[in-house]
């Protein structure tokens, strides 16, 4: 069994104080978040809406809860009432259906942008100039109910760490150029860059993300 708590530990004192851990908990049973919420750690990210909220309803209300999964337009509803950061923000569509569930729940809910940096069909995201082309639409500007808080991606699979460290640097590159443009909209704010997980999070970190995104190095490898 995996020591949960002193695999948080270790992994934060490598990270530092500027980037930020978030547990990804996806199948895990709920004792295992327990046990790192005991260890007093209180950052989770789930791939899929309906595990989301079925963890939520089960465990204390003080839980920072992220999606960093691809979520669908319909399933927004279900995770606007609590979710802290939705990671995977990949269409103006969908954006503008987080828009109008924040505004029922009298929320603003902060959200990244995801953008396609990996080499590989499987993958979801916005293109560099589709970003640019949203962020500064009217249609955007419009949008008071969320705010676009940075940017995120996942590099491609491989054991080239070299090509990993480059799709990292031109995410960070995007984000630092949007970061720079002048009299942005109001909704939004570049904060954090979401890449790294588990194999590659070290390659993330050198090349500025502040939010890594980590499972089975906590957890164990899932079953």
């Not at 560099?128 to 969320?146: D, G, R, V, Y």
């Not at 704010?189 to 980590?214: C, F, K, N, W």
Request: net charge negative; proline share 4%.
């Amino acid at each position: 069994m995996p020591d949960i708590a002193k695999n948080i530990a270790q992994i934060c004192s490598e990270l530092g104080g500027n980037t930020k851990l978030i547990a990804v908990t996806k199948t895990k049973p709920l004792q295992d978040l327990l046990t790192a919420y005991e260890a007093g750690f209180k950052r989770f990210g789930e791939n899929k809406v309906q595990e989301l909220c079925s963890k939520y309803e089960s465990l204390p209300k003080d839980i920072e809860w992220h999606m960093i999964g691809h979520l669908q337009s319909n399933k927004v509803k279900y995770i606007a009432p609590f979710v802290s950061l939705i990671h995977g923000v990949d269409s103006f569509k969908l954006l503008k259906e987080i828009d109008k569930e924040a505004r029922k729940n009298q929320r603003v809910i902060d959200c990244l942008l995801q953008i396609y940096i990996a080499d590989e069909d499987t993958k979801f995201g916005l293109s560099p100039q589709e970003a640019h082309e949203l962020i500064l639409s009217e249609s955007f500007a419009n949008l008071s109910h969320i705010r676009v808080i940075g940017l995120m991606g996942m590099a491609s699979h491989t054991d080239d760490k070299e090509k990993i460290a480059q799709e990292f640097q031109s995410l960070k590159d995007l984000f630092e150029v949007i970061a720079q443009l002048p009299n942005l909209p109001s909704n939004l704010s570049m904060q954090e860059l979401s890449m790294g997980m588990s194999g590659d999070y070290p390659i993330a970190v050198a090349h500025g993300s502040t939010l890594v995104r980590v499972g089975s190095a906590i957890f164990g490898s899932r079953a």
